[in-house]
Each structure stands twice: as C-alpha cells, then as structure tokens.
C-alpha cells in the first residue's frame, strides 16, 4: 500500500489506437514511462500557454505537471501499456468533457460557448477510458 507515502502508481493497457481522454490531475503531477507501444500524448499547463503535442515510444518517458491538461493516444494496431507514477497518494482526475457537459449548469456551458445554445448528447460523452480513437488510426488500423 503506498497511502502516506505521496506516491501512486498505475498500469494502464490501452486497446489500439486507444485514447486516454483529456484530464487533468489537481494534486499531483505525473510521469509516465511506456512499457510497450508507441503513444502520441499533448498537453497544456495553462490558458494561452503553448500547447506540446509529442509522440513517445517504448523505454521513454515524460512528465505532466500538476493540474495540467493532458491526453494520450495509443498510435498502435496493438494494444500498449504505461506506468503512471503521480508525487500524490491521491493525485486526483477530471475528465474534461464530463466535467463541462456532464456535471456545470447549461447555462454556464453556454456562456462558456458565446451564448450558443448547445445541442450535446450526453449518452455519448466518455466518462471514463478508454476512448474508441480518432477515425484516422481506426482507418488505417481496420478497426470498424
């Protein structure tokens, strides 16, 4: 057990072409070393800072700082693992799309969106992994 020690870890197998959603962690950053796989990963620390989009292969890491947005991918016809290593026993998660369509008032949404008024299906939001993947990786992976 790694309570009290400011320290979790996770094994994450991800089916081809994969997605881990956006997701934030608000009390710990994260390091992630893949184990077998290729994965293209982006992420944003804070609004107007520069988004990174990068692609890591198996025997590399990178890390995500506390509370920044960060997503995966796994790029392969195959499925592929990474070890998450968080500096929190309790880094916390929140899935972005859950999180605005799911659980802010409408209202709130729609300001958010210029004042449109949004026609979204929330039967088909991810809540949790592992997304389907982009059609791109689908495609050329043949995977209906």
Avoid: W
Avoid at 6 to 26: E, F, K, Q, T, Y
Avoid at 72 to 94: H, K, M, W, Y
């Amino acid at each position: 057990m790694l309570l009290n020690n400011d320290l979790s870890i996770s094994l994450s197998r991800v089916n081809a072409c994969g997605v881990v959603l956006p997701h934030l962690h608000p009390r710990g950053a994260q390091i992630y070393y893949i184990i077998k796989g290729k994965f293209e990963f982006g992420f944003i620390q804070e609004n107007g800072a520069n988004y990174v989009q990068q692609a890591i292969q198996e025997g590399q890491s990178t890390i995500f700082p506390q509370g920044s947005v960060h997503y995966f991918i796994n790029t392969e016809c195959q499925e592929s693992s990474l070890v998450a290593v968080a500096n929190s026993d309790d880094p916390g998660r929140v899935d972005l799309a859950d999180a605005l369509f799911n659980v802010l008032p409408e209202s709130i949404v729609n300001a958010a969106f210029g004042g449109q008024q949004l026609e979204i299906n929330k039967d088909q939001i991810k809540i949790v992994d592992p997304a389907t993947g982009t059609k791109e990786c689908r495609r050329r992976c043949n995977i209906p």
